[in-house]
């Protein structure tokens, strides 16, 4: 089975960072794009970050370039957001998933992880 | 950036109900367009990519329309497991991705 795993959420101060972890199985994350997407409490949905198959192709939302960063762990098909700098209105559910990897690349999200939950608190 | 416009941003139906919510771009999109499903505490599913393909998995009561600008999300006859918020998605003028706002689908 196809799968996304979630871990690193938590509490962290005002200026503070954080690293999330979204855990692949059943597919190499290798293979895919992939993608970061928040939700801010009793709010929409906001995309984050992307890596592309090779990692060299990266983008970030403007709220966040230059404090979070997206890495990969292909030996252990590990994903990684790094944030740094946080701010209160980083606070979120925040959500890896796998985007559509055909060409033309058509962007949709066809697996999910469960999303873990990010407060940027003092 | 596109901007997603959904409408409307809530709507109240009943079991066996034909809905329909609709989705403008800001911009001139194609056909990328997916729409998502989500309950509360879950994360979002996927139900239509390409604005109107469907999913493998997902009831065919869902379906997409639309091109360029302006798209439909149909549900022919709602279950009580569609009761839900439910968003568009356009992936053509990237970055960034943009989302609807959501529309909440309630009883």
């Known amino acids: 089975e196809e799968q996304l795993v979630q871990s690193g959420g938590g509490l962290v101060q005002p200026g503070g960072s954080l690293r999330l972890s979204c855990a692949a199985s059943g597919f190499s994350l290798s293979d895919s794009w992939m993608y970061w997407v928040r939700q801010a409490p009793g709010k929409g949905l906001e995309w984050v970050a992307w890596m592309n198959q090779d990692g060299r192709e990266k983008a970030f939302v403007a709220s966040v370039k230059g404090r979070f960063t997206v890495s990969r762990d292909d030996a252990e098909n590990y994903l990684f957001l790094q944030m740094s700098s946080l701010r209160v209105e980083d606070t979120a559910v925040y959500y890896c998933?796998?985007?559509?990897?055909?060409?033309?690349?058509?962007?949709?999200?066809?697996?999910w992880g469960q999303g873990v939950l990010v407060t940027v608190s003092s | 950036d596109v901007q997603m416009t959904q409408s409307p941003s809530d709507l109240s139906a009943s079991v066996g109900d034909r809905v329909t919510i609709t989705c403008r771009s800001s911009?001139?999109?194609?056909?990328?367009l997916n729409w998502y499903q989500q309950k509360p505490g879950q994360a979002p599913k996927l139900l239509i990519h390409s604005a109107s393909t469907l999913q493998g998995g997902v009831p065919s009561r869902f379906s997409g329309s639309g091109s360029v600008r302006d798209f439909t999300l149909t549900i022919s006859s709602l279950q009580p497991e569609d009761f839900a918020t439910y968003y568009c998605?356009?992936?053509?003028?990237?970055?960034?991705?943009?989302f609807g706002q959501g529309t909440r689908l309630e009883i």
């Open positions: 911009h001139p999109i194609s056909d990328y």
């Open positions: 998933a796998r985007g559509h990897s055909g060409y033309p690349r058509r962007g949709y999200f066809d697996i």
């Open positions: 998605q356009q992936h053509y003028n990237t970055p960034p991705t943009t």
